[in-house]
């Protein structure tokens, strides 16, 4: 998958600072609470972890490394770490990754800011490499879409399932095919604010369900002056029973699917699914 994000990054949290985050972690933690077998490590009222609480002088055993494995929550596709410090802030042990540098270095800024102990890998999804199992992994805002490739959502689902641990959860969002085919696609959106603005052109095409938006960004430098830069990107949409079908061809059950925007059952008029799969593999294929 192509790094998509250059200028933008450093732009892109003002320019996305109407995105629900809170509300998309809280529906996230209560997934994994509700449905998962990964645990909050740290209680969010205090800077102490459950795990230094316990903390013994000894090697760990095989079941405490087992149990810190399930309790790695990896955020796919993380982007500048909104909601991975989000999340990180409610108790998980957080993992992101990204294959944007540019939105890497935002993202470890934060960290500094935040004293965070967040992991922070430059990887690309489709080339995901992890050291252990793992018990969630979540990808939200619209990541997945940027797989375009023929099979390139399969090899994703794919390598998730590789390191779940048996149980474990994958959550995500996804646009549908709907969205790009009636709400955005070849139409202009365009928003200035003070220090940047941005021209969004889409072109979209019906045949390979591939949107593609042409990025013109004014951002104002350091003189006063406005640059102007452009980026192209692509995202694809996906079917609802497409992702059914992928998710179980790679030992995934749906706990839930849901429309991200209602929280309602899905429709033919969903723009944006909400799904918590859960891995089905037999704990012995991880042993």
Known sequence: MADSYNEFAYVYDELMDA?????????IAHAIDSYGITKRVRDPESEDSFEEECEELTEPTEEELLE????????????TGTVTEMLYSLGFD????????????????????????????????LEL???????TVISVCDSLNYLVGDGDLETVFSLVSNYLYP??????????????????????????????????????????KINEYDLTLFIEGEDGRFDRFLETHYQKGYDPAE????????KFEIVKMTDSETGGDVSDVTQRIFVVAKSTKEKNQNE
Request: charged share 35%.
């Open 94 to 125: 957080m993992i992101g990754i990204d294959n944007s540098e540019e939105m890497l270095e935002i993202a470890m800024e934060k960290k500094c800011e935040s004293g965070s102990e967040i992991l922070y890998l430059n990887q690309d999804m």
């Open 243 to 250: 992702v059914k079908k992928i998710l179980e061809d790679n």
């Open 68 to 79: 810190s494995e399930r309790n790695l929550v990896v955020d796919l596709g993380c982007g």
């Open 129 to 135: 490499e992890l050291f252990s199992t793992v018990g």
């Open 19 to 27: 995105v629900p985050y809170e509300e998309w972690c809280e529906r």
């Open 167 to 208: 149980g474990g959860l994958f959550i995500f969002d996804l646009n549908t095919d709907y969205k790009y085919r009636e709400i955005i696609g070849n139409r202009t959106i365009a928003e200035s604010r003070e220090d940047c603005s941005f021209i969004w052109d889409n072109l979209y095409d019906s045949e390979k």
